[in-house]
């Protein structure tokens, strides 16, 4: 996958070196605090980090399951939805909420967003009675 400018291969510990080289000298200012180095993870931690916070994200298992290149959408949701605590139940008060509440609920905001889920909280959402 990772070739010199001439189209040779690299070695694929060249890059895991050159990773691991450059994880841990990485310095920045944040907050007015030196930030240095990342936690010792492996080149391959990274794909799950992004496959994980992408899901966690909202983002459709299929787009996450194409950026990753997998063969179909069931491998990504095998291997990582399991990684996503309350996703089961966020999607039980989803729906519920789209039934008892209603079409009036696009007017919201998607379920899920922050439109939805304030709406959801503070009892503003429309009611059979209110419609």
């Known amino acids: 996958m990772f070739t010199w400018p001439d189209g040779r291969p690299l070695h694929p510990d060249l890059i895991t070196d050159w990773f691991q080289r450059h994880a841990k000298r990485v310095v920045w200012e944040q907050d007015g605090h030196t930030r240095v180095g990342l936690p010792p993870i492996r080149l391959h931690d990274v794909r799950h980090s992004y496959a ?3 899901l966690a994200a909202g ?3 299929k787009i996450v399951s194409e950026r990753l290149g997998h063969a179909n959408v ?3 949701l095998d291997t990582y939805s ?3 605590p309350g996703l ?3 999607a039980a ?3 519920a909420r789209l ?3 209603g079409s ?3 007017s919201m905001g998607a379920p899920g967003s922050d439109a939805a889920n304030s709406a959801a909280k503070t009892g503003d959402a429309p009611t059979p009675e209110g419609r």
């Open 74 to 76: 069931q491998i990504t």
């Open 104 to 106: 009036d609920t696009a």
């Open 82 to 84: 399991h990684v996503i």
């Open 52 to 54: 994980t916070a992408a």
């Open 88 to 90: 089961d139940e966020q």
């Open 59 to 61: 983002i459709p298992a």
């Open 99 to 101: 039934i008892l509440e």
């Open 93 to 95: 008060a989803t729906v």
